[in-house]
C-alpha cells in the first residue's frame, strides 16, 4: 500500500502531461524531445533534483526509510547523497527499476537536461547508480527490464534513458 501512493501519483502525473494536448507554448525546434510518443516537453522543470526542494535530511533514519520516499524525492536524495546513504539510494532506484522499468525510465527522463552543480547530467548520474546496481548481481533483471522499457520507448528522450543504462552496464562490465 505505502508503494502504491507515490506510484500512482506519478502515474496520475503521466497522464496530466499526456492530457494536455501535447502543444508546448514557445516550444522551438531546439526543445529537447519529448518523453516518448504522445508526452510533451512542457519547457519547465517537472522534477527538482535538488535535495534541499524536498526538505531532505541525510541520517541514519533517512536511510531506513528510503522505501517510502516517492520517486522524485528518491531521486533527489540520491543525486545529493554520498557514502553510505547514496549506496542504500541507488539500491532503492535499483529495486524500483526492477519493479516498475518503465516508470523509473520515464521519470528519469522527464528530469530533461537538468545538471547537478558539479555539471553533470542528473539522468547520467541515476543510470550509473542503476546500473552499478545491477553488476552486483542483477544482470539478468536488468536485461529484462530494459527489454520492457526498449518496446515502450523506442523514440524520444526515455528511449536515451535506456541508452545511458546500456552504455553505463556497459562501461562498468568493461571495468570489472
Known amino acids: 500500500m505505502k508503494r ?3 506510484l500512482s501519483l506519478i502515474f496520475a502525473l503521466l497522464f496530466l502531461l499526456c492530457a494536455c494536448g501535447g502543444k508546448t507554448p ?3 525546434a531546439s526543445s529537447p524531445e519529448p518523453v516518448a ?4 516537453n ?23 526509510r528510503l522505501s517510502e520516499y516517492p520517486l522524485d524525492q528518491l531521486m533527489a536524495y540520491y ?19 526492477i519493479e516498475a522499468p518503465r516508470t523509473v525510465a520515464a521519470c528519469i527522463a522527464l528530469l530533461g537536461d537538468a545538471a547537478l552543480e558539479r555539471g553533470e547530467p542528473a539522468r547520467d548520474a541515476l543510470c550509473k ?10 544482470a539478468g533483471e536488468f536485461s529484462q ?5 526498449r518496446d515502450a520507448f523506442p523514440s524520444g528522450a526515455a528511449a ?3 541508452e545511458r543504462l546500456e552504455e553505463a552496464w556497459a562501461a562498468l562490465e568493461r571495468a570489472s
Open 42 to 64: 512542457p519547457g519547465w522543470p517537472v522534477f527538482s533534483v535538488r535535495p534541499e526542494d524536498y526538505g531532505i535530511v541525510y541520517d541514519a533514519e533517512s536511510v531506513n
Open 129 to 138: 547508480a542503476i546500473a552499478q546496481e545491477a553488476c552486483y548481481g542483477g
Open 145 to 149: 527490464a530494459l527489454e520492457a522499457c
Open 79 to 97: 543525486l545529493g547523497a554520498d557514502g553510505a546513504y547514496s549506496e542504500g539510494a541507488s539500491a532503492e532506484l535499483y529495486g524500483r527499476f
Open 4 to 6: 502504491a501512493a507515490p
Open 26 to 28: 514557445g516550444k522551438t
Open 160 to 162: 536515451k534513458v535506456l
Open 37 to 40: 510518443a504522445g508526452f510533451e
